[in-house]
């Protein structure tokens, strides 16, 4: 069952991944995972489209990311918040010598590809010095949790100013990358309790809404 973040728990890992020490042979981790976790919570993407995100479709004059190398090969406008788009131009200029417009904005080390299983590692810390108990494989938390967690929380938001959710949903659904709507009813999945508005208008839209999720995989 994936797990959505409480704000308690958001603000445990902040605080964790803000005081990370900088580290010799990773020269850039402290910089990196801060502005990683925070674009992944805010945006919603994948590990996979975040690390793919070079130089040159990183737009701060619009505050948008295109993503082009995408799960589904789906191209996507990723629009960030003021607060969001500020901490990545913050992390940009500071690196504007050593990143050129094909380079990948997030690293650990100069002219060293990071990878899912680097970052899956540092996640794994993280919720440790956080508190936050990790239950095993297929039970997480899971760095993908933060898309989920994302996901719900939009629609949380939706049902909360009245909006019709049969509408949305496919809106969501495209702004995630899904290839069809189904994947985004399977991915939004969570306790009856945390999504009881939500679980109560989607029934009697579409029955059977929230199956159990079966593997690790990226939605």
Same mark, same amino acid.
């Given at each position: 069952?994936?797990?959505?973040?409480?704000?308690? /728990?958001? #603000?445990? +890992?902040?605080?964790?991944?803000?005081? %990370?020490?900088?580290?010799?042979?990773?020269?850039? =981790?402290?910089?990196?995972?801060?502005?990683?976790?925070?674009?992944?919570?805010?945006?919603?993407?994948?590990?996979?489209?975040?690390?793919?995100?070079?130089?040159?479709?990183?737009?701060?004059?619009?505050?948008?990311?295109?993503?082009?190398?995408?799960?589904?090969?789906?191209?996507?406008?990723?629009?960030?918040?003021?607060?969001?788009?500020?901490?990545?131009?913050?992390?940009?200029? /500071?690196? #504007?010598? +050593?990143?050129?417009?094909?380079?990948? %904005?997030?690293?650990?080390?100069?002219?060293?590809? =990071?990878?899912?299983?680097?970052?899956?590692?540092?996640?794994?810390?993280?919720?440790?010095?956080?508190?936050?108990?990790?239950?095993?494989?297929?039970?997480?938390?899971?760095?993908?949790?933060?898309?989920?967690?994302?996901?719900?929380?939009?629609?949380?938001?939706?049902?909360?100013?009245?909006?019709?959710?049969?509408?949305?949903?496919?809106?969501?659904?495209?702004?995630?990358?899904?290839?069809?709507?189904?994947?985004?009813?399977?991915?939004?999945?969570?306790?009856?309790?945390?999504?009881?508005?939500?679980?109560?208008?989607?029934?009697?839209?579409?029955?059977?809404?929230?199956?159990?999720?079966?593997?690790?995989?990226?939605?």
């Amino acid at each position: 069952i994936p797990h959505c973040f409480a704000a308690d /728990e958001m #603000r445990r +890992i902040w605080n964790t991944v803000d005081q %990370i020490k900088t580290q010799k042979v990773y020269p850039n =981790l402290h910089k990196c995972i801060p502005v990683l976790f925070r674009l992944l919570y805010s945006s919603g993407l994948r590990i996979s489209e975040a690390l793919g995100i070079t130089l040159q479709y990183v737009d701060l004059t619009r505050n948008v990311i295109t993503l082009y190398r995408t799960k589904n090969d789906q191209e996507r406008w990723i629009p960030m918040s003021e607060s969001m788009a500020k901490v990545m131009e913050t992390y940009i200029i /500071e690196r #504007r010598t +050593i990143l050129t417009n094909d380079s990948p %904005i997030f690293f650990y080390r100069r002219g060293t590809i =990071l990878t899912a299983g680097s970052v899956y590692g540092r996640f794994r810390m993280v919720l440790h010095d956080s508190n936050i108990p990790y239950r095993g494989k297929l039970r997480g938390p899971r760095l993908h949790d933060l898309r989920h967690t994302f996901a719900v929380q939009a629609m949380n938001n939706l049902a909360d100013v009245g909006e019709d959710l049969n509408v949305v949903l496919p809106i969501l659904s495209t702004y995630l990358g899904h290839s069809c709507v189904k994947s985004t009813e399977r991915y939004i999945r969570l306790t009856e309790e945390r999504l009881s508005k939500i679980t109560e208008n989607m029934e009697a839209i579409i029955p059977n809404l929230f199956p159990e999720v079966e593997n690790d995989a990226e939605i």
